[in-house]
Every structure is written in structure tokens, then in C-alpha cells.
């Protein structure tokens, strides 16, 4: 881990309290995890955030310059404490550093949300060994160690835990990500159960094609033809269903794989 920025201080007996979310992969303003960050400050948790600049530098994206602080600085204007840590999360240590720094900060997280990934096209045929194994460092092991860590951590009210992990069904000619993707789905559901004891809920969305920048033109307009609502989904879809997950009302909800992809087949 790299280290973190903006931290408040901690609460005076009597100042009302706010629950602490976790999401994980908040590099860029267009993604699905910024958007989460967002939502879930606007419903009224306290929110860190991980991101990782040199995994957007091997993108064709490429890196967002001062991205985290500007939703740092969006975060705490809507009342919530936060802090940006940036996290390498190949790294098998990094999961407890990074809960010892968001406790020291900020206290004790309620909800975390897996947003994170390692995502590079190959097929069977063309994907390293090296590429295999960061992907399931990365989307597997990470997810893993970080639902490890928040199980032996978790001191919230029984009921109100919540772990919501992102995932894909993508796996022709995505081979690494769609197979990490898959052992991070059965990592998850299997939280829910071993979990459930101490009254967290466990839940995997896909998001579905979501426009993040990440399309080509081409493809933006073959996923429209192919989606019935005749759109991409936005960062926002996402975060919707994720801030519904994590409230009150949404603990009845555990152990799924919820498809949120506008009725994509």
C-alpha cells in the first residue's frame, strides 16, 4: 500500500454516528466504484476509498490526474468523513495494512465494497501464465484476504454487516478475468454463509455493460442493439443497487449473484 490522504478525526462523545463503508478501485472519476463512493457519502456512511495509478497507466485510458483527491474533495462536501489510500492489492499484505489504516482513521467498517479489478483481454490460447496469476492475485486472493479481514474485524450491530462484490460473466477471449472473476463470485456467496453468524449479508452484482470508457464505438453499439432497455448502463445503475444492498432495507438480500444488466442476454 502506498499510503492514504484525508482522514478526519475521530468523532466527540454524542456527535451523531455514521456507519463506515470500504470500496475498493476508485481510480477514475467515469467508473462504477467513484460512483459508489458517491452515492453511499450522499446516504449517509463515511466512506474510504483504494485506488491503484499504475494499473490505470497500463490501460488505454491511462491515468486520471488527481482524481482521488477531487473525490475526496466531493466526499467530504457532502458531510462524510474519508480517507484515499492508494492500495496495491496484488500485493498479499496489503489487505491488513489497509484495514489497520482505515480503523486508525476513521473506525470500524460496516460495509465493503469490492469494486477493484485486474482486467486485460486474452483468450486460451494467448494469455500468460504471468497474466493468469496476477488476475487471481488481484480479483481472487485480494477479494479473499480483504472478506477475511473485515470477518475478523467486523464490530457493527448484528445485522447491519454488508460485504457487495462486482463481477462479470465475461470470459471468451477475456480468459484471466472471467475465471478470477468466477472464483471471486464463489469467495463472496461462501461469506454469506460463513458470515451469517455474526449478521453480515454477502452479495455479487453484475453491472452488466456499463459505459466507463472503456468501449469502443463499435461495441457500444452492438451492446445497444443487444440490451432490451436500448442503452449502456452508467456508473450510477450500479451504484444504486450497491447503496440499496448496504442499507436497512436491503439486508434481506444475501448470498446472491444479482444481474443489474438492463435485461442483457
Not at 476509498?49 to 462536501?77: C, H, I, N, Q
Not at 469490492?114 to 485480494?142: K, P
Request: charge should be negative.
Amino acid at each position: 500500500m502506498a499510503g492514504g490522504t484525508g482522514a478526519g478525526s475521530r468523532r466527540d462523545v454524542g456527535e451523531a454516528e455514521r456507519p463506515l463503508a470500504l470500496v475498493t478501485g476508485a481510480g477514475r472519476s467515469a467508473g462504477i466504484a467513484a460512483s459508489v463512493v458517491l452515492e453511499l457519502a450522499r446516504t449517509g456512511w463515511d466512506v474510504a476509498f483504494t485506488y491503484w495509478t499504475p494499473y490505470d497507466a497500463r490501460m488505454r485510458w491511462g491515468v486520471e490526474p488527481g482524481a482521488p483527491e477531487e473525490l475526496r474533495r466531493k466526499v467530504a462536501s457532502l458531510g462524510a468523513r474519508t480517507l484515499a489510500a492508494e492500495a496495491d492489492l496484488s500485493d498479499p499484505a496489503v489487505p491488513a495494512q489497509l484495514f489497520d489504516s482505515v480503523e486508525r482513521a476513521l473506525g470500524n467498517v460496516t460495509a465493503l465494497v469490492l469494486c477493484h479489478c485486474e482486467s486485460v483481454d486474452s483468450g486460451l490460447l494467448d494469455t500468460t501464465v504471468e497474466s493468469f496469476d496476477l488476475h487471481f492475485a488481484v480479483n481472487a486472493r485480494a477479494t479473499w484476504l480483504l472478506i477475511r479481514e473485515y470477518g475478523l474485524r467486523f464490530r457493527g450491530q448484528h445485522g447491519s454487516g454488508r460485504i457487495v462484490s462486482l463481477t462479470s460473466d465475461h470470459t471468451v477471449g477475456n480468459l484471466p478475468y472471467g475465471a478470477s472473476k468466477g472464483a471471486m463470485d464463489r469467495i463472496t456467496l461462501a461469506a454469506a454463509r460463513e458470515l451469517a453468524h455474526r449478521g453480515v449479508t454477502c452479495n455479487a452484482v453484475n453491472p452488466g455493460p456499463t459505459d466507463t470508457g472503456w468501449m469502443t464505438e463499435e461495441q457500444k453499439a452492438d451492446l445497444i442493439r443487444s440490451t432490451p432497455l436500448g442503452r449502456l448502463g452508467v456508473p450510477q445503475d450500479c451504484a444504486n443497487l450497491v447503496s440499496f444492498l448496504c442499507s436497512a432495507e436491503g439486508g434481506w438480500i444475501n448470498a446472491q449473484l444479482l444481474r443489474s444488466n438492463g435485461g442483457l442476454e
